[in-house]
């Protein structure tokens, strides 16, 4: 059967999905909002209404531009005296230089954490206990929610996300701990994992990553996260008219799903789907999942060809390829 993993990525697969797996993520991108209009300022420009957060909760959320497409796919938490943009790697200059240009008489500040914050990815079905061993307390209960605490006298931000198909949780501290930190997870039994096996889990997880999956010639209801990342009942934000005209409408023409292939070789960005003969999707992210024993990808797919259960086909080489849940 054909399978292009090394033994390596499918141990740290397993820790990612069964065990407890640890991930250096530190090259994403985390924001700092800081100033008394921060929340009112980032509800105008975001699809989700960040206003009914409270310290120690978050949620996703497009930044949208005027024309009601995607300039960034964020996980917005809210602390006391700040809220934290977190998301893919290099977003950092672009989301800055676009909040800043609508700050006029607004008391907020943006500043990129850059350099001085790391963050590590902890995932698997074990990561929870191995956590609560290393902080000595409850890990955040509810998703998107998030705790302040300490690993061995090293403050971090531990939040609970979708990055996995499982328990998975992001934790941030300063780099010059970053180390320290990983030291100790790995003392309660979480094993060191690359970007390759993390990459795998987030497929499989359907958790869309920008620049990969997401483009600013994408709509936010084009990537199927309404219910986590867009209010239709909030007030008025940067590119709210188009987003509402959308869901009034009641579609887009394309729609991110997962599609599973019946084929010997690995899938690749880029590769275009088929329906009698005709193209009708693009594929975004792609992998091949050890627990399908199959090539999974993300893929852009027109609408009336991407409900579950649709068949497809490579256009490359004609093999059969699925409209799948995963789950």
């Not at 320290?180 to 994992?193: E, Q, S």
């Not at 693009?282 to 060809?305: D, E």
């Not at 579950?308 to 490359?316: A, F, H, M, P, V």
Request: proline share 4%.
């Amino acid at each position: 059967m054909f399978n292009p993993l090394s033994p390596e990525v499918l141990g740290q697969y397993e820790a990612l999905t069964n065990r407890a797996g640890v991930v250096d993520v530190s090259d994403r991108t985390q924001i700092e909002i800081t100033g008394k209009d921060r929340v009112a300022f980032l509800n105008g420009f975001c699809t989700n209404d960040v206003e009914k957060l409270v310290p120690g909760a978050g949620c996703e959320a497009f930044l949208t531009n005027a024309k009601g497409k995607i300039v960034a796919y964020v996980y917005v938490f809210c602390r006391a005296e700040s809220l934290i943009l977190e998301t893919t790697p290099g977003q950092g200059s672009a989301i800055i230089s676009h909040l800043n240009r609508y700050v006029i008489r607004e008391d907020v500040q943006i500043r990129d954490l850059g350099d001085q914050w790391g963050e590590l990815c902890i995932a698997g079905e074990e990561s929870e206990v191995a956590l609560q061993g290393a902080i000595g307390e409850a890990t955040p209960p509810e998703r998107m929610g998030f705790i302040a605490c300490q690993i061995r006298e090293t403050s971090i931000f531990l939040h609970r996300t979708a990055l996995a198909p499982g328990p998975c949780f992001l934790a941030s501290t300063t780099t010059k701990e970053l180390e320290k930190v990983i030291t100790a997870l790995v003392d309660v039994g979480a094993i060191p994992c690359s970007a390759e096996a993390l990459e795998i889990v987030r497929v499989e997880s359907r958790s869309p990553s920008y620049g990969r999956d997401i483009t600013d010639e994408n709509f936010p209801q084009e990537v199927g996260r309404d219910d986590q990342a867009i209010s239709f009942t909030k007030g008025c934000y940067l590119g709210q008219e188009t987003v509402a005209r959308i869901d009034a409408r009641g579609h887009v023409n394309r729609f991110l799903v997962g599609v599973k292939a019946d084929a010997a070789r690995a899938l690749e960005p880029g590769e275009e789907l088929a329906s009698a003969g005709r193209t009708v999707g693009r594929i975004t992210s792609a992998v091949w999942s050890p627990r399908f024993k199959a090539p999974l990808a993300l893929a852009y797919v027109r609408r009336g060809h991407h409900l579950q259960g649709g068949s497809l086909e490579l256009i490359r080489d004609r093999s059969k390829v699925v409209v799948f849940g995963f789950s």
